[in-house]
C-alpha cells in the first residue's frame, strides 16, 4: 500500500474556492481504479492549510492518478489559490501478519 500525506496552504481569500477545488478532486480520484481513500482536511491549528491524505493499492495506480485529466484541471487551478510552499510526502507500507511476528520474550519481573 501506498500512503501519501501533504500540507496544501491556501490564500484567505481563496477559502471556498480551495474546498470546492478539493472536493471535485476527491470526489474524482475515489473512483480511480487502486484507490483506497483520497481525501483532504481542514487544519485546526489554520484553518488555511488543507491537508490531504490518501491511500493506494500500489505504486502503479498512483502512478495512473498522476495522468488523469482530473489531476490536470487540478493542477492548472491550484496555482491561483496556494499561498505558500505545498509538501507532500509518499510512504510504502506493508502490512504485517500477526502469526508471522513472533512475540518478544519479556525477563521476568523480581521483587
Sequence with gaps: MIIVHGTIPIRPECREQALTLARRMADATRAE?????????VGLSDPNTLMLFQEWESMDALMGHFQTEHMDEFLKELPDIVSGEITTKRYAVQSVDEEEVEPEETPPIIH
Design 33 to 41: 481504479v487502486g484507490c483506497i481513500s483520497y481525501d483532504f482536511y
